[in-house]
């Protein structure tokens, strides 16, 4: 749904986007991430028709969106960062203007579209409030709902998080969730958990180039604590617990710390198995174990800094 080939985007010497290619498909959410100033919302505004690049293409649905801006403008659904909205109108005037917009010149059909984006958005019980009066979070629903109300196969998403509290996060996700399979979804946002819960696929770019393109689950496996695990045991020695297991041909490093023993695996494999073996070999007496938990902040930062 989605092809970007080549895209470079320069402001005089500043080459802010710089040779970035990638790919989305029908059903996929695709985690676009980068520290500030990367290229990521530079990225998305040609993608989207909105800046011209320098040199390069971008295909939506097969159309260039430089030959064919108005039909690619169609088939996109569009919320930037902090997107505007004009605070003076009701949601449901807002909505009943970008439907008009949108081409919705029946009344009929105009409202129906209406009702679904406010219903899939939990707008209803704002509906006939000014937007200037709404909280952070509702707002940022008001340009969800008008990012969805044509019902595009291709959904380019700025930060959509931003600012909501976590309940509000869960609805959104909730409501991207249930349009994935249908569409072709670009997510850009800085709060890495969200990658991991929404995105099929994660694309880093830093300094206006693709540096990483691959699995959230392969992401992960960077880490060097991905496998890693915690043991505690009672009435034993850790040291003694710590030289044993650092000898396995299967361990790394072994390393005592508040009170366990942590244990890194060779090339990131399991070894939950053979720890949990040596213990019952040992007849050490475990209070805890548990597999390390890893994020994606850690192998982001390496591959960023």
């Known amino acids: 749904m989605i092809e970007v080939q080549s895209l470079h985007k320069s402001y005089g010497s500043i080459n802010a986007v710089n040779g970035v290619n990638f790919d989305v498909n029908r059903g996929e959410i695709l ?16 993608i989207t028709g909105f800046v011209r690049p320098t040199s ?11 030959d064919h801006p108005v ?15 004009y605070g003076e109108m009701t949601v449901e005037e807002f909505l009943i203007f970008i439907a008009e917009i949108r081409g919705y010149d029946d009344p009929t059909i105009r409202e129906d579209k209406i009702d679904h984006a406010c219903d ?3 707008l209803n019980k704002v509906r006939h409030q000014s937007i200037e009066t709404l909280s952070k979070g509702f707002k940022q629903r008001v340009g969800f709902a008008q990012a969805i ?7 380019i998403l700025d930060e959509p998080t931003d600012g909501l509290d976590p309940n509000q996060k869960k609805e959104v996700r909730k409501i991207i969730r249930t349009m994935a399979k249908d569409k072709a979804i670009i997510l850009s946002t800085h709060i890495l958990e969200e990658v991991h819960a929404l995105c099929s696929r994660v694309i880093i770019i830093a300094k206006g180039e693709v540096i990483a393109d691959e699995t959230p689950e392969s992401l992960l496996k960077r880490n060097p604590k991905y496998n890693a695990l915690k043991l505690e045991v009672k009435d034993i020695d850790l040291e ?11 361990v790394s ?9 942590e244990i890194y695996p060779k090339n990131k494999q ?7 073996k040596v213990c019952r070999d040992k007849e050490w007496n475990i209070s805890h174990f548990e597999k390390t938990p890893v994020g994606l902040d850690e192998v982001f930062w390496e591959l960023t800094k």
């Open 120 to 122: 899939l958005c939990r």
């Open 71 to 85: 039909a690619v403008k169609e088939r996109i659904g569009y919320m930037p960062e902090n997107g505007p909205v």
């Open 270 to 276: 399991s070894i939950e198995s053979l720890v949990l």
């Open 240 to 250: 003694v617990v710590r030289e044993t297991l650092k000898e396995l041909p299967e």
């Open 31 to 46: 985690g676009f991430l980068g520290p500030n100033g990367a290229g990521k919302s530079t990225t998305m505004k040609m």
């Open 56 to 66: 390069g293409i971008v295909l939506v649905d097969g159309l260039n969106v430089q």
């Open 149 to 155: 109300l044509h019902d595009p196969p291709v959904l």
């Open 253 to 261: 490093s072994a390393e005592i710390n508040e009170g366990a023993v």
